[in-house]
């Protein structure tokens, strides 16, 4: 053969025959492009006014009944091209359209979570120590302590006081409202401090937010501080010391979603981790009319530590309500279940070129260059994975494609560097075909994360074509 020859059949072969990353800004038309970015708008609101799960159902709740998403109650008799939603305590939130299909073909349904890492006040918060008041917190997921000190943050929350009233309670995120603050030490005496590990340089305990030094009445009386800040408290909410007891209140960042980089194509936000997939899963729902299947979104709560509790993944109410429906249409449930398909939509670790080490560049996944697909997450050889079958991970593919979506395949990480896992094993073990499925992330679990507006896009995309599929 001609030299010239192998040159082209080299290059017609490496395009039935290798694979190659795919980047959304080279491979995208222009007006998607644009789609992207105006999709990043609607998202960025909703970051912004959902920093709880219990802000991020509220939304959903509002999102939702605009297209016409009505309350589902149990035994309740629904039939196709209905829509509607269960709000489990305000938490986590289901919404579904029946199919035009019997029931019997599957529910499709994408699960993603709408909590956070965060720092929780304890039950006995407030503390005063040399005429500075505090409040004591616990921290709720995976955080690398040391950065949540010295930003500003917010408290959202929900107490329910001694006569069972509740109260929802916002303060930091009005320009004109003041914030709280975790400190850390100066340079100057950090030699000690610096000589530490960056997990052992602030303590969960040092994680303790001012909340005010002024005592009260001006005076010398020994808590007067204290009291003047649950007399403020009083004040504006009505609640008391003890209320601390039965309440629900968050610190998160106190700032807002940003564009990052003169081209704006990123995001950095507070909560992207995973809201970036809880909203997808909401615009994708909230354009189906008359779906062949019947699809399903779930926003779970609690994923950030073990998607336990009533509101967590693992509580039985989406698979209760799957069990209803079943009733309902004098179908079996098991029958159902085993032919339903689900997106686990939760984000990945996108490559950093700052931190190279911890990714295998073959396998890990990439900014911008569309949805990522994770076949398997856990730890320590797929400890507890939930490993999706070749099957399935086939029909994602060919789905994807066929919608012409920009996607790519993610591991967390290189093999023994460290893991994690989704709320996608406890869906699999209702014996549901379920792979893991949303957007790359970088500085995941930071007070500030960054994602890319066209992955963000492209999984809306990926999450409708599934919903149609
Ligand atoms: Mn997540
Ligand atoms: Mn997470």
């Not at 959903?60 to 709000?87: C, H, I, W």
């Not at 505090?134 to 500003?152: A, E, L, R």
């Not at 009005?174 to 602030?202: C, N």
């Not at 009733?327 to 996108?350: E, G, I, P, Q, Y």
């Amino acid at each position: 053969m001609e030299k010239e020859e192998i040159k082209k059949e080299i290059a017609t072969l490496k395009n039935e025959l290798l694979s190659s990353r795919k980047n959304t800004f080279t491979s995208l038309e222009s007006d998607e492009l644009d789609a992207a970015y105006d999709y990043a708008k609607g998202y960025m609101s909703f970051l912004d006014a959902g920093k709880t799960e219990r802000e991020c159902v509220a939304q959903a709740r509002k999102m939702l009944e605009k297209e016409g998403f009505k309350p589902y109650t149990f035994g309740m008799k629904v039939s196709a091209g209905e829509k509607y939603y269960y709000d489990n305590r305000a938490k986590s939130f289901v919404a579904f359209v029946v199919g035009s299909e019997s029931l019997e073909n599957g529910v499709y349904f994408a699960a993603s979570h709408i909590d956070s890492p965060r720092i929780d006040l304890k039950q006995h918060p407030l503390y005063e120590n040399e005429n500075i008041g505090y409040f004591k917190t616990h921290y709720y997921g995976g955080i690398k302590k040391y950065q949540w000190t010295t930003i500003p943050l917010a408290l959202h929350g929900t107490v329910t006081k001694k006569d069972g009233e509740c109260v929802d309670i916002v303060i930091g995120e009005d320009m004109s409202d003041p914030v709280f603050y975790i400190s850390d030490l100066l340079p100057h005496l950090a030699r000690e401090q610096m000589k530490k590990t960056l997990g052992d340089g602030i303590t969960g305990e040092q994680l303790n937010l001012i909340a005010g030094t002024r005592p009260y009445g001006d005076s010398d009386e020994k808590d007067a501080v204290k009291l003047n800040i649950i007399k403020l408290l009083n004040e504006k909410y009505g609640i008391v010391e003890d209320d601390f007891l039965s309440a629900e209140i968050s610190a998160v960042p106190a700032f807002n979603s940003r564009d990052v980089g003169l081209d704006r194509s990123l995001i950095a936000s507070y909560g992207h981790d995973d809201r970036v997939c809880a909203y997808p899963s909401l615009t994708a729902i909230a354009e189906m009319d008359s779906p062949k299947h019947t699809v399903m979104a779930i926003l779970s709560d609690k994923e950030e530590i073990g998607s336990a509790g009533n509101t967590g993944m693992q509580s039985r109410i989406y698979f209760d309500i799957i069990e209803a429906l079943a009733k309902n249409m004098n179908v079996s449930d098991a029958v159902v279940r085993a032919n339903s398909k689900c997106l686990s939509s939760d984000v990945n670790a996108a490559f950093d070129p700052n931190f190279p080490e911890p990714m295998e560049k073959n396998n890990c996944c990439y900014i911008n260059n569309g949805v990522v697909i994770t076949k398997y997450t856990g730890s320590g050889g797929k400890s507890g994975s939930n490993d999706a079958s070749a099957e399935f991970c086939g029909y994602i593919r060919k789905v994807l494609d066929e919608a012409g979506v920009i996607w790519q395949t993610g591991e967390l990480g290189k093999v023994d560097a460290g893991g994690g896992g989704t709320v996608a094993k406890y869906i699999a073990s209702n014996n549901v075909d379920v792979i893991d499925l949303g957007v790359p992330v970088i500085s995941m679990h930071a007070p500030y994360e960054v994602v890319s507006k066209t992955d963000v896009y492209m999984t809306h995309k990926a999450i409708k074509a599934f919903f149609e599929a």
